[in-house]
């Protein structure tokens, strides 16, 4: 079973700041099945990155996607009050089963 | 657009079953995947499995032999069942759609989410 690490567990950075944020795999993962997802607290997570670096719709420009085999990276190009949520990554190409990060939550400073 | 819905029981006593529905309005059943996703109080997301509109599945391999998901196409309704509950089975449950390239088969992701359903098991 694929096992993706977040890093860090807790970013605190003010509005306007860049952010990245890291996910990485035990073993290689195709870019193709690798998503991002946002939740913020008392709702659903929502997608916001498939395929490693495709912004799913209706998402912003400064939430850009990267990365291969087991280094994946979430960058927000400039912080606004509504991206302070908890981040996910996802793996969805490696059978048995799907596995998702252990979060990373994003915090105003 | 469409819209997904769970149901079920918010309190389920321990070695019992837990049985959930999800309703899928505004869109059709077919050609996607449908996941069952699970967050305990305060914690991360756990996938629980997928069933695919022909009918074949594939489970998180540390919840397989305790859980089964199905669908009824004329109800439009992708169900869930978790034998013998536990208190660790506590959680938010989701049912999110997997949309797909038909031609390439590439996954583009768990694109819609339901609000989710709170489940707790207890005495």
């Known amino acids: 079973e694929v096992v993706l690490t977040q890093s860090p567990g807790t970013l605190s950075l003010s509005p306007g700041e860049r952010a990245t944020l890291s996910c990485r795999a035990s073993?290689?993962?195709?870019?193709?099945?690798l998503a991002w997802y946002q939740q913020k607290p008392g709702q659903a997570p929502r997608l916001l990155i498939y395929?490693?670096?495709n912004r799913a719709t209706g998402i912003p420009d400064r939430f850009s996607g990267s990365g291969s085999e087991t280094d994946f990276t979430l960058t927000i190009s400039r912080l606004e009050p509504e991206d302070f949520a908890v981040y996910y990554c996802?793996?969805?190409?490696?059978?048995?089963?799907?596995?998702f990060g252990q979060g990373t939550r994003l915090e105003i400073k | 657009q469409v819209q997904l819905e769970e149901s079920g029981p918010a309190l389920v006593k321990p070695s019992e079953t837990l049985s959930l529905t999800c309703t899928v309005s505004?869109?059709?059943?077919?050609?996607?995947?449908w996941s069952w996703v699970r967050q305990p109080p305060g914690k991360g997301l756990e996938w629980i499995g997928y069933?695919?509109?022909?009918?074949?599945?594939n489970y998180n391999p540390s919840l397989k032999s305790r859980v089964t998901i199905s669908l009824d196409t004329s109800k439009n309704h992708v169900s869930l069942k978790v034998r013998s509950v536990t208190a660790a089975d506590t959680a938010v449950y989701y049912c999110?759609?997997?949309?797909?390239?038909?031609?390439?088969?590439?996954?583009?992701?768990?694109?819609?989410w339901g609000q989710g359903t709170t489940v707790t098991v207890s005495s």
């Open positions: 999110a759609r997997e949309s797909y390239n038909t031609v390439t088969g590439d996954s583009y992701g768990l694109d819609v």
């Open positions: 505004g869109g059709s059943i077919s050609p996607f995947y």
């Open positions: 069933i695919y509109f022909s009918g074949s599945t």
């Open positions: 073993q290689f993962v195709s870019s193709s099945y």
């Open positions: 395929g490693a670096s």
């Open positions: 996802q793996q969805y190409g490696n059978l048995p089963g799907y596995t």
